[in-house]
Nanobody, 115 residues
Framework: QVQLVESGGGLVQPGGSLRLSCAASGNIFSLNAMGWYRQAPGKERELVARFTSVGSTNYAYSVKGRFIISRDRAKNTVYLQMDSLKPEDTAVYYC?????????WGQGTQVTVSS
């Protein structure tokens, strides 16, 4: 079993920044195959940024150059630094961990970008 707890969401003005955290616990052997997804109202959940199974990174085209995914192995935590936020970044952001053929999701954290 894997447990994921996200934090760091909130309300921010356009152009602002937020940093999301995802703390993992349970049967965590590595922070590979782990990342961030988001779902806006009326839209499907989509990839934002992730570490692949071999530790490289993938980013959605819409966030490249603005968001950075990072991790702290000592804390079993993955971060998402979000800069130059836009209203279209408004969504619930979810952390996902792939482990032993299963997908584990956090509860999500709301990010709202509005003036």
């Amino acid at each position: 079993q894997v447990q994921l707890v996200e934090s760091g969401g909130g309300l921010v003005q356009p152009g602002g920044s937020l940093r999301l955290s995802c703390a993992a616990s349970g049967n965590i052997f590595s922070l590979n195959a782990m990342g961030w997804y988001r779902q806006a109202p009326g839209k499907e959940r989509e990839l934002v940024a992730r570490f692949t199974s071999v530790g490289s990174t993938n980013y959605a085209y819409s966030v490249k150059g603005r968001f950075i995914i990072s991790r702290d192995r000592a804390k079993n935590t993955v971060y998402l630094q979000m800069d130059s936020l836009k209203p279209e970044d408004t969504a619930v952001y979810y952390c996902k961990k792939e482990s032993m053929g299963l997908d584990y999701w956090g509860q999500g954290t709301q990010v709202t970008v509005s003036s």
